[in-house]
């Protein structure tokens, strides 16, 4: 056997030595059974959601399920735009997903639209049942479950808050999301709100992000003297821009989530986003074990909390009372 050959030849048989070993943990890697996958669909960014999205993985992880190890997440980012809700949430279905984690109505809507039997958690600032999610809070029935918070129902304590603080303002305005599935709700108490208060309360319409500064000259040209910005995904997912124009216009604002404050608005009052999201984490994690959504009651969110701002009130030129101060959760120095 010529040199040339006889070197083929040992190297054949030592590649016939080594192939089943490499092929060993690949045959392993085969055998594993697929890692369930939760759609999570937001109308919000992956950037602007960072802190709903740990509390999720937290919720998660006290079921005992981690992202990457026993459980896969797939991400539905609308980006601000609700409008591509319905696409993202058929583009997840067709990816296998065990659960829908949903943020906003908007977001659980579209995938109750999508699947009537992939199971799916809620977190909604509106009335399930009332959204056609759930037959029940005790008894939700079909394929959803999940926490719900009416921020909508705050507008009154909020324009309170907020009289308390510019006593002096008698015009508040409101900005609403005319698409959003709560700006009808919210709507609902002004008018009682108002009469309360003694005030007037005006309203401007923003459905996108172009809409801001047309809301916010409007409101200028009613002699607002303050600004409760309505509960909102599309609101929330611009918190910095809306904070940063509240500032420019001299208005004092209140917003529903305790992010708002820490992206620069003046203060917030509503139920703790972050508790509510890491319940739908918990619920999405005990479904993925076996329960079944139409056994898990709808978890009423009841944990409020109010958070100042004092670098945002200084450069606004309002004093904070002390006996507010006190009365916060959280005051942002």
């Known amino acids: 056997m010529s040199g040339m050959r006889r070197r083929e030849f040992i190297s054949l048989l030592g590649g016939a030595a080594i192939a089943p070993s490499l092929l060993w943990p690949l045959a392993a890697r085969a055998q594993q059974p697929a890692m369930p996958v939760v759609g999570f669909l937001n109308p919000a960014s992956a950037e602007r959601a960072a802190q709903p999205l740990a509390a999720f993985r937290q919720g998660l992880n006290e079921t005992g399920h981690a992202e990457g190890r026993t459980v896969t997440i797939e991400y539905g980012w609308a980006d601000g735009h609700s409008d591509r809700l319905p696409t993202l949430a058929v583009e997840l279905l067709r990816r296998k997903v065990a659960v829908f984690a949903t943020g906003g109505p908007a977001a659980a809507l579209a995938a109750k639209a999508a699947s009537t039997t992939t199971p799916i958690v809620f977190v909604s600032s509106s009335d399930p049942v009332q959204l056609g999610l759930v037959a029940s809070f005790n008894r939700p029935g079909g394929n959803a479950t999940g926490v719900s918070f009416i921020a909508s129902e705050l507008i009154a304590k909020q324009s309170e808050l907020l009289h308390q603080l510019v006593p002096k303002a008698a015009v508040i305005g409101l900005l609403v999301n005319p698409t959003s599935a709560n700006a009808e709700v919210q709507l609902k108490d002004v008018p ?42 599309l609101f929330y997912s611009r918190r910095q821009q809306l904070a940063a124009m509240a500032v420019r216009h001299a208005m004092p604002a209140m917003y529903a989530d305790r992010e708002y404050a820490e992206a620069g608005g003046l203060m917030s009052y509503g139920t703790s986003l972050a508790a509510a999201i890491r319940q739908a984490g918990v619920y999405t994690g005990r479904i993925l074990k076996g329960e079944k959504p139409a056994d898990l009651p709808v978890v009423q969110a009841t944990k409020f909390e109010l958070v100042i701002n004092l670098k945002t009130a200084k450069a606004l030129g309002v004093t904070i009372p002390n006996s507010m101060q006190l009365l916060a959760d959280e005051v942002i120095e």
Do not use: K, W
């Open 192 to 233: 009682a709100a108002a009469r309360t208060l003694g005030l007037q309360i005006v309203v401007q319409n923003a459905s996108s992000e172009r809409d801001f500064e047309a809301a916010f000259a409007a409101f200028a040209e009613q002699r607002a003297g303050a600004l409760v910005v309505g509960s909102d995904p």
